[in-house]
């Protein structure tokens, strides 16, 4: 070395991630190879329906429950029924994680709130959420109330716990250039406690999402007259297998859509990272 | 600028990290300080900087007696720290707080030569273009006081030379009063017009070595060997004078290392 750099050439720097996953050699997008296995299964099966392998009474064949879903689609109920529960995760998730991230985070900041919240709420975190149904049925009635609370009570956990983790887990050194520069309680949880914990957070706000869900199908088997727990229901009193796959797909496909579309807003704000991004297969 | 009169700082663990230091730096003076790791050099450092606050004995800064971080004393530690979330140019304008920053930010980032990096994120940054933001982060308010607390120790040889240079660049834009922790000799001597020794269980001045050579000083130069000669023998005694290096943790020190005060 001759000379020593006081500017490195740009070439030096990081690519980013911001090249589009593909595999290196084929060109093939990710996207297509996670689509190989769930394809040649629904093939496999609407095979053996087909060649009488598979009870169709039982076990109906993708194109019945694809018949089934489209019915419901023409008359517009399936909608009604998605739009009902689509609803009551929403706000049922809007409430728990709010609640989870004003207690999450006054706990991971002061350690006097910590020790007053954290035991209680850790001994309540040990009861099956569902096992407070009756209660709250009883206290809610049997309608969108004790509905909505189930699904809030079931978001707050993971929200609550992950933020509360995860500001108590931010690197003491960061901080310690907040204290340098004097910034005030309020300023550290703006500056650097809550960016510094928004990647976790935003993991838990998914897990609360997750549970949301899983929430929504307990209170809606719990007497609702809409909503796609209630198709499920209907199926099994009816007797139509084909309803209740339907729902179960449509469920399916709600619950992926609301995380892919939390996990992209995320992404967008955690772009910052440095952590490890795994390579596409080869 | 910077006066430690008989300070002493004993942890909660019981350790007694630095007994008895006096030491003065005037103002606009490069001070730097050496000794083996484990002597409480950086201790001395986060209580002027105001990040802890001595046991006993008195801390000040520009007269005034240190009770908390403050504005006038700007700190690089030996790790970046910068908020990874934020680009350069928002982590060197971390400090400043609703006042114009667009100027001071690209002056600072000039002075270390980042100017074109300005939105670059910090996984993007080489170690050392990192520690330069930082450096650029402590300078943009212009404190009078500077304190390094082994700013260059994780950088390969190149780039710590560079940086050192950079150092005396910025030194020379509006002459702070800097104190240097390092355990590098050549570094010590490079920098500073005053050399301390730190050593012994607990840490305490054992020597002080004025060093006046010319800048730029040349490290092949019969002068500097000299000074290095010296830095060395010192520091070999203060080495030696260490009784026990290691204690068992939690344990309160034993008679050799009792605080005096």
Not at chain 1, 148 to 177: H, K, N
Not at chain 1, 229 to 246: E, S
Not at chain 1, 258 to 268: I, V
Not at chain 2, 153 to 168: G, K, M, P
């Amino acid at each position: 070395m001759t000379q020593t750099t006081t500017v490195e050439p740009r070439d030096q720097l990081d690519p980013g991630a911001s090249a589009p996953e593909r595999n290196g050699k084929s060109g093939t997008p990710r996207w297509v190879l996670g689509l190989i296995v769930p394809v040649v299964a629904v093939a496999l099966w609407e095979a053996g329906a087909r060649a009488g392998l598979v009870s169709t009474r039982l076990m109906p064949a993708p194109s019945d429950i694809a018949d089934t879903l489209a019915g419901l689609a023409a008359d517009g109920v399936l909608f009604e029924h998605m739009g009902s529960t689509t609803a009551r995760v929403l706000v049922g998730f809007v409430i728990g994680a709010t609640v989870g991230t004003v207690l999450g985070a006054v706990t991971g900041v002061s350690p006097r709130f910590r020790a007053l919240f954290d035991p209680t709420l850790q001994a309540l975190r040990n009861i099956p959420s569902i096992a407070w149904t009756p209660l709250f049925i009883l206290w809610f009635g049997i309608f969108e109330t004790s509905k909505i609370l189930m699904i809030a009570l079931g978001v707050f956990f993971p929200v609550y716990l992950t933020l509360s983790g995860a500001i108590g887990s931010v690197d003491r050194r960061l901080v310690e250039v907040g204290r340098v520069y004097g910034l005030r309680p309020t300023a550290l949880v703006g500056r650097i406690l809550f960016p510094a914990s928004l990647p976790t957070y935003l993991i838990g706000l998914r897990n609360g999402l997750g549970l949301g869900w899983m929430f929504v199908v307990a209170a809606e088997f719990l007497g609702a007259s809409q909503g796609l727990g209630y198709l499920l229901v209907d199926g099994q009193q009816t007797g139509r297998p084909a309803l209740i796959v339907a729902s179960i797909v449509m469920f399916a496909v709600l619950g992926k859509l609301s995380d892919r579309l939390l996990a992209w807003s995320g992404n967008r704000l955690t772009g910052w990272q440095d952590g490890f991004t795994p390579k596409a297969p080869a | 600028m910077i006066r430690l009169s008989v300070v002493s700082k004993r942890f909660a663990t019981g350790l007694l990290a630095v007994s008895g230091v006096d030491l003065t730096v005037e103002a606009s003076e490069i001070v730097a300080v050496i000794g083996p790791s484990g002597c409480g050099k950086s201790t001395v450092l986060r209580l002027i900087a105001g990040l802890d606050s001595p046991t006993s004995g008195g801390v000040h800064v520009a007269g005034r007696h240190v009770e908390g971080p403050s504005r006038s004393v700007g700190v690089v530690f030996q790790e970046p720290r910068l908020m990874p979330w934020l680009s350069v140019e928002r982590n060197v304008s971390f400090g400043l707080h609703g006042e114009e920053t667009a100027g001071p930010v690209a002056e600072a980032l000039a002075r270390v030569g980042l100017e074109d990096f300005a939105d670059a994120l910090p996984k993007e940054l080489s170690g050392g273009m990192a520690q330069r933001t930082a450096i650029a982060r402590a300078l943009v308010t212009k404190p009078p006081v500077l304190l390094l607390d082994e700013p260059f120790s994780s950088l390969d040889a190149f780039t710590r030379i560079d940086l050192q240079e950079h150092l005396l660049e910025v030194w020379g834009w509006y002459r702070p009063t800097m104190f240097l922790v390092t355990h590098d000799i050549d570094e010590a001597l490079v920098l500073a017009d005053r050399v301390v020794v730190f050593g012994g269980q607990p840490g305490t001045v054992e020597a002080e070595i004025t060093v006046d050579l010319p800048r730029p000083r040349d490290r092949t130069d019969l002068a500097f060997h000299a000074f290095q000669d010296r830095a060395m023998k010192e520091l070999g005694r203060s080495s030696r004078d260490r009784p026990d290096r290691v204690r068992p943790p939690g344990r309160p020190p034993g008679p050799p290392t009792r605080d005096p005060g």
